[in-house]
Nanobody
């Protein structure tokens, strides 16, 4: 079974830093793109950051540019989101996303979502 599992969320003070992680718990051969989305209560889900399989190209939402960094560790089937200078408005459930996933078994998954990890920025 292929799953995306997020971890690393928690409570952090404004201005602090946090790194959330996402791991493909099953046998994943490749993914065309991976990224992070977030959804705050009462708001629509929005793109935070995305990266290609190689990690050479990245894209960030306007609200996090200059503060967040996405990175990928292919050997461990993991993608990370380093969040610096956190603000109150960053409070949300952060979801890992993968598109164009090819499992080692040969099964194709157009898109996968994790269950999310909660990041709460509060003083």
């Amino acid at each position: 079974q292929v799953q995306l599992v997020e971890s690393g969320g928690g409570l952090v003070q404004p201005g602090g830093s946090l790194r959330v992680s996402c791991v493909a718990s099953g046998s994943v051969g490749s993914a065309n793109a991976m990224g992070w989305y977030r959804q705050a209560p009462g708001k629509e889900r929005e793109l935070v950051a995305s990266t290609t399989g190689s990690g050479g190209f990245t894209n960030y939402g306007d609200s996090v540019k200059g503060r967040f960094t996405i990175s990928r560790e292919n050997a461990r089937n993991m993608v990370f989101l380093q969040m610096n200078n956190l603000k109150f408005e960053d409070t949300a459930v952060y979801y890992c996303n993968a598109r164009g996933v090819m499992a080692a078994t040969g099964r194709w998954f157009p898109e996968l979502w994790g269950q999310g990890t909660l990041v709460t920025v509060s003083s």
